[in-house]
């Protein structure tokens, strides 16, 4: 991430990432790579924090048992 990223932020980054790519007609094949690539760097981050976020839940759910 090349700034200070949350999963929110990045969600709606890769959202808005998407879109584009999907109502943009006439995009050169630099601007949808880099815009894919960016779309691949995000998806990466969430998931990691999807699964820290699932190991601390579990975490927590163990130590209240």
């Known amino acids: ?3 200070k990223q949350n999963y929110d932020s990045a969600m709606a980054e890769l959202e808005q990432l998407v879109a584009e ?3 943009e007609t ?3 094949m630099e601007e949808y790579a ?3 690539k960016r779309a691949t760097e995000l998806i990466a981050y ?3 924090r999807l699964h820290t ?4 839940l579990q975490k927590i759910a163990q130590q209240n048992q």
């Open 1 to 3: 991430m090349t700034k």
């Open 21 to 23: 790519l999907e109502n």
């Open 26 to 28: 006439a995009v050169s």
């Open 34 to 36: 880099k815009k894919a």
């Open 46 to 48: 969430c998931t990691e």
């Open 53 to 56: 976020f699932d190991a601390d």
